[in-house]
Each structure stands twice: as C-alpha cells, then as structure tokens.
C-alpha cells in the first residue's frame, strides 16, 4: 500500500500547525497551549474519547472502527515538548520564545500524529480501537513515565505501543528500525569534590579541587577504554565543571561536576555505576580530598520487541518499499523516554527520514514538512493492518 493520497490533500493543513507549533515551543511539562490545540483538534475531527491532564499535560483519545470483533487496542505516541535553545534557523516561523526551541523535531511529530488521527476518524476502516497518545516531557522530564504510572495503559486497554522519531541524514521517504536495544539508557551522574581552599599562591596551603577533579573526568574514560568489554557501548562524559569560586586567586574548597552516561544493557549500566564511584572516591583520596557521587537512573534502555518489529518494520516497506527499509538500523546513544512504555507493553520504534540538514539538538535544526505525508501513512497503516476491517 503506498502513500496514502489523503494526506496529499491535508498536507498544507498539517504543516500550519506543526509550524504553528514551532513558532510556539513549550518545555517539558509546560505544554498547555500545544495540547490544548491538540485536544481541540481531537475533538473538531470527532474522536471516541478525548482524555486530557494525563501525565500533568499529555492527552489521549480514542478512536473506534467500524467494527470492534477484534477487541484489539493498538496505541500510538508522539511527544509535544521542546528544548531549552536558542533558535538559529532564521526561518519565517522561527521560535518567538527566547531560549526555546523545537530542535528534536516534536512539533512535527504532534502534526503527524494529528494527521494519522483525522484520517483515521474519517475512514474507521479497522476492527478494534486506535488510541492516539500526545506526551509531554520527553526531554528529560520522563514524562513517559509520568503517563504509564498513572496506568494510561490499563485504563486505555492498550495492548501493544508504538512510537516514532525522525532523523537527520536519512532521506524523507526512508525508515530506520532494529529488534532489541535500539536507544541507550540515559542516566545522570553529579560528584561533588571537596578539598580544602588557599589562596592560588599558597596552593600547598590548600587541597586543590579543580586538580583534583580534573584528574576524575580524565580517569573516568577509563572505563569505555579499559574497563568495559570493547564489543559494548558506554559513554560516560563530564558535561558541567563549577567551582565555588569565580575569582583568579582562589583555589576553590568545593568543586561540581555533571555528567550523563549512556550504556545498552543492564549489566554494562551497574558496571558503569560502579566504576564511576569506585573511580571518583578514591582519586580524590589520593589527593587528600573527598568526592560524593550522586548516581540519578533516568531512561531505561529502549527495547523493541522482536515480533512488533517484524510487523512494523513490514509495515513501513508497504508504505515507502522494501528498499526503502533499513531493519537492522545502528543503535544510538542517546536516550528516549518511549523506553518506559515498551517497558510496559509489547511494542516497537521506527526512525523516520527528515533528509539533510543539522541533527536534533541543534540550533539550526528544523523538521522537513515533507516527511509529514510519510509519518502520518505509517501510522494510518498501523492501524488499518494491525486491525484489518473484514
């Protein structure tokens, strides 16, 4: 089944709203204006059910087919929240709110999955129930996690799950997908050095601190080149270095460092846990100094279950061609909240081509309109094969 010419003829529609939604960006769970034209629109085009205020601003609706013989529940999400940058695009619709910015490409997902939603109140022609999922806080706020433990799942009937995120450097009208780990767990780590202070031209008066935690973000590469198995990913890296003082001729008492890490299985993340403590503490003892590590679990891993990727992964070559179907994409570092609702359900994650430009997390990143017509096709036909009408 190719694309679906529907979403030809509403493609100037979505892309009003997605850049609408561009010019407007909100962060984490501050996304009242975006799902609030979300569930506008849910409502406009006649869904089920329309239930808002899940995970604080996440909303979710319901949309029957024509026959529910099936009884099966088949959830899709997208996320809706932005990220704290300054916009460097120079586009017409760029961000009108200083210092933030959709630079991951969320916007385009709400309009894709608002698109995949009027179609499929339109047509209805599945047996069972859609349900349409809008998350906020994707961007380190867990809001997916926030909307399972609240118990969407149980309360929706959703039986399987499945999310979708485009991607920079592969061309629009392609998709990406793999079975197993696919997006790293994206821990946070924060180790808060403390020597003693002198004057900068006294130092042997003092325990000096940013010697000290230099030595740990230099030793703590350590563990992906000499520590962990080089056939597994890890990534440990020192994002933030803060003394507690600004002057020139103070050797600060106390020093800040923060930091992610980012590893695809549970043995390599307590492996990395470990090490990071065990590597801090006593290089800092060796100074004569003491280091406190704070060691935060955030994302999970994000695990694709074997037989939704088989099935969407087919879905996908229906929609673009086999060709156009990478099913054995390269895992990525970094993280994804979705990891929380696949570890709640069976379910699976695809990459969608945005074409060429900067990566997500850029300043001069932008989604491509022109993916829109192939996001929401995917979504329509997940639906409509995962459930076919008789």
């Known amino acids: 089944m190719p694309l679906i010419n529907r979403f030809a003829e509403t493609h100037a529609e979505l892309t009003a709203i997605r850049r609408d939604l561009h010019e407007n960006p909100e962060l984490q769970f501050d996304c009242h204006r975006t799902a609030g034209i979300v569930a506008d629109k849910l409502r406009e ?24 013989t099936s009884g099966k529940v088949i959830g899709l999400r997208a996320d809706m929240d932005a990220l704290p940058i300054y916009e460097a695009t120079g586009l017409e619709y760029a961000s009108k709110s200083e210092g933030k910015m959709h630079a991951c490409g969320h916007d385009g997902h709400t309009a894709m999955l608002l698109g995949a939603a009027q179609y499929l109140c339109e047509t209805r022609n599945f047996d069972g ?6 998350q906020p806080a994707e961007e380190g706020g867990g809001g997916g996690r926030e909307m399972v433990d609240e118990g969407m799942m149980d309360d929706f009937g959703i039986q399987e799950v499945y999310g979708m995120h485009n991607w920079p450097g592969v061309p629009v009208g392609q998709f990406g997908i793999r079975p197993g780990s696919f997006f790293a767990a994206a821990d946070l780590i924060k180790i808060d050095v403390t020597g003693k202070g002198a004057h900068a031209a006294k130092p042997h008066d003092g325990i000096d601190t940013t010697v000290v935690a230099s030595h740990i973000v230099i030793a703590l590469q350590t ?23 600004k002057a020139f001729n ?66 996908a070559k229906s929609v673009v061609g086999d060709h156009n179907v990478n099913t054995n994409m390269e895992p990525t570092m970094g993280g994804e909240d979705f990891a929380f609702m696949l570890e709640s359900r069976p379910g699976a994650y695809i990459l969608c081509g945005n074409g060429d430009g900067a990566m997500v997390h850029h300043p001069e990143y932008n ?24």
């Open 45 to 68: 085009w006649g869904c089920d059910e329309v239930k808002t205020g899940i995970g604080q601003t996440g909303v979710v609706a319901v949309i029957k087919g024509k026959q529910n």
């Open 129 to 134: 129930t859609a349900v349409v999922i809008f």
């Open 223 to 245: 563990i992906a080149s000499r520590v962990a198995d080089p056939l597994e990913s890890v990534v440990v890296s020192v994002t933030s270095f803060e003394t507690e003082s």
């Open 250 to 315: 103070v050797i600060p008492e106390r020093v800040e460092l923060k930091g992610t890490v980012r590893t695809l299985s549970p043995a390599v993340r307590d492996m990395a846990e470990e090490q990071i403590k065990r590597i801090a503490e006593n290089t800092a003892a060796a100074f004569g100094a003491t280091a406190q590590v704070t060691y935060e679990r955030n994302y999970p891993v994000m695990v694709n279950h074997e037989d939704q990727t088989v099935f969407m992964g087919d879905v």
């Open 367 to 390: 989604f491509n309109d022109d993916a829109i017509p192939t996001g929401c096709s995917l979504w329509a036909n997940i639906i409509e094969q995962g459930m076919p009408a008789a």
